[in-house]
């Protein structure tokens, strides 16, 4: 992807510019200076057409549509599918909501003018991707770049499909370790998605967790969504922790609290892409 001309000039930048776009990345949480591995933030940023934009969007919707179906369908039908061992959770698969919520992040490599796929994930994403937190700092360093680019945010779509559901609370399921970026990402979350009001539950707390009819509450307090950032694969029910991950997984696919992230999606999560071979 060639280099937009309105950018190249800070392929020059100073040192005083630099200085500032560091302090800006730290404030708006793209860098941490707790981070033992030196910022790699890059100053020029990759510009995306809305052209390129659309083409990739229309070929992210045809990836997850095959991928969520090759997945279901295999498990529906009993067939061995590798990377996710937990044969238990198939019979869910007939009681699947009407429609799935969540985060795709899918890597494409730019080549030759054509779109490479390199990876793609599905659950325990971040709703905060740290390269739109650092174009948010490039414009709070160099504030004329916010006259020809729009900054565009994934927790800005989740947001707004969240107060679309009528969610009010949101409780983030957590891992008990986590980096300090994934503890920005959960300060990022409750100030983004205001009003909506966010809890953050570790998984020592998950005992929490009970049923309130069809929904959820976290001890006394009604929930109305989930956002899975934990239970997200194999090593999730094998540690200290499995006893409980595995009732709070039972508990939520028993509910009908609204997923952010449905758990039974990472049975389309397949690394090595083998959902694109033709069939």
């Not at 990345?25 to 591995?37: N, S, T």
């Not at 990836?63 to 067939?79: F, P």
């Amino acid at each position: 992807m060639a280099l937009d001309s309105r950018v190249a000039s800070l392929l020059d930048a100073d040192e005083a510019t630099r200085s500032r776009f560091l302090e800006a990345a730290i404030a708006r949480r793209a860098y941490d200076r707790r981070d033992p591995e030196p910022c790699d933030l890059s100053i020029v940023p990759r510009v995306v057409s809305r052209a390129d934009a659309a083409t990739i969007t229309d070929a992210a919707t045809r990836i997850v549509t095959a991928s969520l179906a090759w997945a279901l369908d295999a498990h529906a039908a009993g067939r061995a599918v590798s990377g996710y061992p937990l044969d238990w959770v198939r019979g869910a698969i007939a009681t699947l909501p009407e429609e799935l919520v969540g985060d795709v992040r899918l890597d494409f490599l730019v080549s030759g003018g054509r779109l490479r796929l390199l990876e793609a994930g599905w659950v325990n994403l971040s709703a905060f991707d740290y390269a739109p937190q650092a174009a948010l700092a490039l414009c709070d360093t160099v504030p004329h770049l916010t006259g020809h680019f729009d900054v565009e945010r994934p927790v800005a779509a989740m947001r707004r499909r969240l107060i679309e559901r009528g969610v009010r609370r949101l409780a983030i399921l957590v891992k008990e370790e986590h980096t300090v970026y994934a503890a920005n990402d959960f300060a990022l979350i409750g100030e983004a998605l205001a009003p909506i009001e966010t809890l953050v539950v570790a998984e020592p707390e998950f005992h929490l967790l009970a049923a309130a009819g069809r929904g959820l509450r976290v001890g006394d307090v009604a929930i109305d969504a989930v956002y899975l950032r934990s239970l997200d694969g194999p090593q999730a029910f094998a540690g200290r922790h499995a006893d409980g991950n595995r009732a709070a997984l039972e508990l939520l696919l028993a509910s009908d609290v609204l997923l952010h992230d449905h758990p039974l999606m990472l049975l389309a999560e397949d690394k090595d892409l083998g959902f694109l071979v033709a069939r």
